[in-house]
């Protein structure tokens, strides 16, 4: 999830990404024939997080309605249909900072929210908690529907709560958000470990034991690298992009890339502007350095210092992020780790607002794949990519965790025990 600046579409570079040329008949033609066979299978959608936070029905299933398109959201029923959808790993993300009676139960909550949200759209969602039943769910014309934790932080660094979340239909966890954990090192928090510590390769471990997959979004180098050394199945990044072509720390660096092909991970490129758009990345650290220069030069008179900031944006157009940007990402990762090792993880509702122009709601995943068809990916690409990657990787972590489960007990280790010399 990221919570960035609206970027509002008034400057020429904006109008000239819209007027590009739009994907040829010949290939939109190709990628709806491609997805027929190969729905999409999306690994990041922030809709329950939505759910909890909507300003007039909070945590009320009922009242955010799926079957009817809502104003500046990306997600429901219809618009899934046209995106020609067949699995979605539904975020059930909490907050790193939160701060109330514990990290443990606001997940509860937002599992139940998923839940409850999957369970009240019976002729388009099906709740899935295993690879083979998400291939059912697929078949039979519905939308596999997975839970993926966002953050470790809501285990509370036990691995009985790691299990009972497991064990609630979680299939995934990214083990940060943007916070660094007693165990494990954020990308975009303070590197405390150097990557993770004991304990932190005990829940890699355990995740593996029991068929969770590893997430690897929004973790350091350092946690990207550990994870890699530790981990016995197919990691994954859920929502992530390439930091050759966009130099944002929620970027996966070449050197992780080119260890794909080993581990038989996937990247899931993600659409959030500044992680897909080195110019949009840029112009918002600029636009952040000028809002602090003025707000130190003008003090506390905030009309004057909204005034110089408009000033400054009319002089200082925002570039926008575009479908191709995205293309360029998976081209990259396909080139580095290979066409087996990427997908799609589209972080809808989960950007403030924020989408690469051709790229605005979950309607528009055959464009994206008719674009990487224009640039010469063969079928077998373009079926890996929309969701045969990450159905094998699931299918793979279940495996292993088969293997494991017959000579491993549940571990009992405690962050105490193992990371003792360190606290």
Request: charged share 25%.
């Given at each position: 999830?990221?919570?960035?600046?609206?970027?509002?579409?008034?400057?020429?570079?904006?109008?000239?990404?819209?007027?590009?040329?739009?994907?040829?008949?010949?290939?939109?033609?190709?990628?709806?024939?491609?997805?027929?066979?190969?729905?999409?299978?999306?690994?990041?959608?922030?809709?329950?997080?939505?759910?909890?936070?909507?300003?007039?029905?909070?945590?009320?299933?009922?009242?955010?309605?799926?079957?009817?398109?809502?104003?500046?959201?990306?997600?429901?029923?219809?618009?899934?249909?046209?995106?020609?959808?067949?699995?979605?790993?539904?975020?059930?993300?909490?907050?790193?900072?939160?701060?109330?009676?514990?990290?443990?139960?606001?997940?509860?909550?937002?599992?139940?929210?998923?839940?409850?949200?999957?369970?009240?759209?019976?002729?388009?969602?099906?709740?899935?908690?295993?690879?083979?039943?998400?291939?059912?769910?697929?078949?039979?014309?519905?939308?596999?529907?997975?839970?993926?934790?966002?953050?470790?932080?809501?285990?509370?660094?036990?691995?009985?709560?790691?299990?009972?979340?497991?064990?609630?239909?979680?299939?995934?966890?990214?083990?940060?958000?943007?916070?660094?954990?007693?165990?494990?090192?954020?990308?975009?928090?303070?590197?405390?470990?150097?990557?993770?510590?004991?304990?932190?390769?005990?829940?890699?471990?355990?995740?593996?034991?029991?068929?969770?997959?590893?997430?690897?979004?929004?973790?350091?180098?350092?946690?990207?690298?550990?994870?890699?050394?530790?981990?016995?199945?197919?990691?994954?990044?859920?929502?992530?992009?390439?930091?050759?072509?966009?130099?944002?720390?929620?970027?996966?660096?070449?050197?992780?890339?080119?260890?794909?092909?080993?581990?038989?991970?996937?990247?899931?490129?993600?659409?959030?502007?500044?992680?897909?758009?080195?110019?949009?990345?840029?112009?918002?650290?600029?636009?952040?350095?000028?809002?602090?220069?003025?707000?130190?030069?003008?003090?506390?008179?905030?009309?004057?210092?909204?005034?110089?900031?408009?000033?400054?944006?009319?002089?200082?157009?925002?570039?926008?992020?575009?479908?191709?940007?995205?293309?360029?990402?998976?081209?990259?990762?396909?080139?580095?780790?290979?066409?087996?090792?990427?997908?799609?993880?589209?972080?809808?509702?989960?950007?403030?607002?924020?989408?690469?122009?051709?790229?605005?709601?979950?309607?528009?995943?055959?464009?994206?794949?008719?674009?990487?068809?224009?640039?010469?990916?063969?079928?077998?690409?373009?079926?890996?990519?929309?969701?045969?990657?990450?159905?094998?990787?699931?299918?793979?972590?279940?495996?292993?965790?088969?293997?494991?489960?017959r000579t491993r007990a549940p571990s009992t280790k405690t962050i105490e025990e193992l990371d003792r010399r360190r606290m």
């Amino acid at each position: 999830m990221t919570r960035a600046l609206l970027l509002v579409c008034a400057t020429a570079s904006c109008l000239a990404a819209q007027s590009a040329p739009a994907p040829s008949a010949a290939d939109l033609a190709r990628a709806k024939r491609i997805l027929a066979m190969t729905p999409i299978v999306d690994g990041h959608n922030d809709v329950p997080w939505e759910i909890r936070e909507s300003p007039d029905h909070p945590r009320d299933v009922e009242a955010y309605d799926l079957r009817t398109p809502r104003k500046g959201k990306d997600t429901d029923l219809a618009r899934m249909k046209a995106g020609m959808m067949g699995g979605q790993f539904w975020s059930v993300y909490i907050p790193g900072e939160i701060k109330d009676s514990g990290f443990a139960r606001v997940q509860a909550e937002q599992i139940d929210i998923a839940r409850r949200m999957i369970a009240r759209y019976p002729e388009r969602l099906t709740f899935a908690r295993t690879a083979a039943e998400g291939r059912r769910a697929t078949a039979a014309g519905k939308v596999a529907s997975f839970l993926g934790m966002e953050g470790g932080h809501a285990i509370e660094n036990s691995l009985g709560t790691l299990r009972a979340f497991y064990d609630l239909g979680a299939r995934y966890m990214t083990l940060t958000h943007n916070v660094t954990l007693d165990w494990a090192d954020a990308a975009q928090d303070s590197a405390k470990h150097g990557g993770l510590t004991p304990f932190g390769r005990e829940v890699v471990r355990e995740m593996n034991r029991l068929g969770m997959l590893v997430d690897l979004s929004h973790v350091s180098p350092g946690v990207m690298s550990h994870a890699l050394d530790v981990s016995e199945a197919p990691i994954i990044f859920s929502h992530s992009s390439a930091r050759a072509i966009a130099d944002h720390k929620r970027n996966v660096p070449d050197s992780i890339l080119r260890r794909l092909p080993k581990n038989g991970g996937v990247v899931m490129v993600t659409y959030v502007p500044g992680f897909v758009s080195e110019a949009v990345r840029t112009h918002g650290i600029t636009r952040g350095a000028a809002h602090r220069e003025l707000r130190a030069r003008l003090g506390n008179d905030s009309a004057a210092v909204r005034r110089e900031l408009a000033a400054w944006d009319a002089a200082h157009p925002a570039p926008v992020a575009t479908l191709r940007d995205v293309a360029d990402h998976l081209d990259h990762i396909k080139k580095v780790a290979g066409a087996d090792h990427v997908g799609i993880g589209g972080d809808f509702d989960g950007t403030g607002g924020e989408h690469p122009v051709g790229l605005e709601d979950v309607s528009t995943y055959p464009a994206l794949i008719a674009e990487l068809a224009r640039r010469g990916w063969t079928d077998a690409e373009l079926r890996k990519v929309a969701g045969e990657n990450i159905m094998r990787v699931l299918t793979q972590a279940e495996q292993v965790a088969a293997r494991l489960q017959r000579t491993r007990a549940p571990s009992t280790k405690t962050i105490e025990e193992l990371d003792r010399r360190r606290m």
